[in-house]
C-alpha cells in the first residue's frame, strides 16, 4: 500500500494518470489549471495549485510552495540565491524574500 500512497494522481482529458511522486520536479499554476514538470514530461491538468499542494503534503515532505504560480520538490533543486531558484532542469523560478528562509528550512532538511 506505501506504494500507491507515493503516486501523484491527476485526470486529463478523462483518463487518469498516475506519475510517481518522486519523480515530479514542480506543479507551475497556469490561472485555471496546473502544469506538472516531472523528470520526463510535462502534463497539464485542470486544478488549482492550493487543491495540488494540500494533496501532495499528505504524501511528501519535500515540496515547498516558492511563490503564488510554483509549488517545486526541492530535490531537484540544482542552486538557488536570494532571488531565485535553478531547478534540475535549468527552469530558473523566482524567490520572494519571504520564501527564502523556507527554503533554506528545506533544503537543509533535505539533506541531513
Known amino acids: 500500500m506505501e506504494e500507491l500512497d507515493s503516486v501523484f494522481w ?3 482529458d478523462g483518463v487518469f494518470y498516475g506519475k510517481p511522486i ?3 520536479v514542480y506543479f507551475k499554476s497556469m ?10 514530461e510535462e502534463i497539464s491538468f485542470w486544478e488549482s495549485l492550493a487543491q ?7 504524501q511528501s515532505q519535500h515540496f ?5 504560480r510554483y509549488y517545486i520538490n526541492v530535490c531537484y533543486v540544482k542552486d538557488y540565491t536570494s532571488k531565485e531558484i535553478r531547478m534540475v532542469d535549468d527552469t ?3 524567490l520572494t524574500r ?3 528562509e523556507n527554503l533554506r528550512k528545506k533544503v537543509h532538511e533535505n539533506n541531513e
Request: charged fraction near 30%.
Open 52 to 58: 495540488v499542494q494540500k494533496r501532495v503534503e499528505k
Open 31 to 40: 490561472w485555471s489549471w496546473v502544469k506538472m514538470v516531472a523528470l520526463n
Open 98 to 100: 519571504k520564501n527564502m
Open 22 to 24: 518522486e519523480e515530479i
Open 92 to 94: 530558473v523560478i523566482p
Open 10 to 12: 491527476i485526470k486529463t
Open 64 to 68: 515547498i510552495r516558492v511563490s503564488r
